[in-house]
């Protein structure tokens, strides 16, 4: 099946101009002006954008969390993931404590092999790492599990102490891949929630109040200061505010490599809809929390000057019945998630394009290329090149839609609420291509259950040669 997209304005993280593309056996393979070219299908792409298809390297699908699991399973969420425009994402396979992470990972092929709409890939969650299961992680290598997510958080449950991130810290540098961070003090943070409830304080805004951003911040100093004497890199997940980010700018700005994510939910939404009546608050229960709106213009000068170098989801929905409702009478016992991973691309481009903040050349490097660099898929996936996944986005820049779980469009989540309800956005994937298939044809699904495929990934070492030190001692001197 050939497909060619004709008159498009291709954007990739550095390109901007008008082309034909031609893709066949589910690469693009040629680009070129006016093409003389036969296809099984032309799509005419006058007035759109032709872009890399979107990454979204942070989601939490059929994810077992606080007695409960994530509402979109590898079905639902990459079908939904499809109609935003992402056409890969990197989950998470959950390590049980005294489990063999390979024994995870297998699980974790069961839940999502020929479920997927889209390609996909897990990031290692390690809870337990005892000597005599360090060598797990070049296996996972091997396997292409090329990063790991560490908890400074929730204690008891996902949290290790220092000397196990120290530890696969040193070991990641050594197998040339990456570990991700979850920084908060979790410690502190528990004790918090604890005076909160002997208070009588139940209610979800004490969700926030309890995760003060300088416990964001302590994480990631400590993240940071661990992963330099380690002399390895460090990702950081979901970073939410102001004070977390300092800490992130001034490590760089001393030459370590530290990078980190954003995510829509802290760049659109802030700490007052935890004031929301009915327990509505609930929705926005996710670690870490929404916070003070003055955040928001701090995370977004970050992501332009490159402090903050990507945009994920951390889509990890529960429902408001049912599921957050768990913790009507303690806000400890709410789920902690939110969903989202359908409005990243429209919410990005019209809070960042539309709006005036960044290019659509950053649009596309923060929401695909950076993190196919950052975890092993450049250029496969993350660009418009030839030799590529043809993993192609024909974005409508002008289609004005509102976000709601009742507009067909733009909800395909299986979650019964909108993060976003109501909000009204410019910018619409109608068109989405994954290697090469056509899965949504005009905002309608074209594709079927198993379309998606498991995606080895480089090493982070690949695409971020890592420095040798040069050893004093063997300098001859002049
Ligand atoms: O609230 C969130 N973010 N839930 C998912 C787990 C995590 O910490 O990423
Ligand atoms: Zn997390
Ligand atoms: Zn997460």
Redesign the pocket.
């Known amino acids: 099946m050939s497909l060619l997209i004709r008159n498009g304005r291709v954007i990739t993280a550095v390109d901007d101009y008008y082309a034909d593309i031609f893709i066949e056996d589910e690469q693009i393979s040629v680009i070129g002006k006016n093409l003389e070219m036969e296809a099984d299908r032309e799509i005419d792409a006058t007035g759109q954008l032709v872009i890399p298809g979107g990454i979204d390297p942070h989601t939490?699908l059929d994810m077992p969390?606080a007695g409960t699991t994530s509402a979109d399973d590898f079905e639902s969420g990459t079908l939904a993931a499809a109609h935003g425009g992402t056409t890969t994402l990197i989950d998470f396979a959950i390590q049980s404590k005294g489990e063999s992470t390979l024994k995870a990972l297998d699980t974790w092929h069961e839940k999502a092999d020929g479920k997927t709409a889209i390609d996909y890939s897990f990031h290692m969650i390690i809870t337990d790492l005892e000597q005599n299961r360090l060598h797990e992680m070049k296996k996972l290598a091997e396997e292409g599990i090329t990063s790991y997510k560490l908890f400074m958080?929730y204690p008891g449950v996902l949290y290790v102490d220092d000397a196990t991130i120290y530890r696969a810290m040193r070991k990641a540098g050594e197998d040339g891949t990456v570990i991700c961070m979850?920084a908060e003090n979790g410690i502190v943070i528990d004790e918090i929630i604890k005076e909160a409830l002997a208070k009588g304080l139940t209610a979800p805004k004490y969700h926030g109040i309890t995760r003060p951003t300088r416990m964001e911040a302590e994480g990631v100093h400590r993240a940071i200061s661990i992963a330099e004497v380690a002399d390895v890199p460090v990702y950081i997940?979901?970073l939410s505010s102001g004070d977390a980010l300092q800490e992130v700018v001034l490590a760089r700005d001393r030459g370590v490599p530290v990078f980190a994510e954003t995510c829509p939910q802290y760049l659109f939404l802030d700490e007052s809809m935890y004031d929301q009546e009915n327990f509505e608050g609930a929705k926005y229960v996710?670690?870490p929390p929404l916070r003070n709106k003055k955040n928001q213009e701090e995370l977004w000068r970050g992501l332009k000057f490159g402090d903050l170098q990507s945009i994920s989801t951390?889509h990890?929905p529960f429902c408001f019945k049912e599921q957050k409702e768990m913790g009507i009478d303690d806000f400890s016992k709410i789920p902690?998630?939110a969903p989202g991973v359908e409005n990243r691309m429209s919410l990005v481009y019209n809070g960042g394009v539309v709006e005036g903040r960044i290019s659509l050349n950053k649009f596309v490097e923060l929401t695909s290329t950076a993190a196919a660099k950052m975890f092993g898929l450049f250029p496969k996936k993350g660009t418009i090149a030839v030799g590529s996944d043809a993993d192609i986005v024909i974005f409508n820049p002008e289609r004005k839609e509102t976000i709601s779980k009742d507009n067909p469009v733009m909800h395909h989540m299986d979650v019964d609420y909108s993060a976003y309800e109501g909000f009204k956005i410019q910018g619409v994937s109608e068109t989405v291509i994954s290697r090469g298939k056509v899965i949504i044809d005009n905002c309608e699904y074209t594709g079927k259950k198993g379309d998606g495929r498991f995606i080895k990934r480089n090493l982070y070492s690949e695409n971020f040669p890592i420095e040798k030190k040069v050893d004093a001692a063997k300098v001859p001197s002049k």
């Open positions: 939490h969390f958080a979850h997940v979901h996710m670690t951390d990890c902690n998630g």
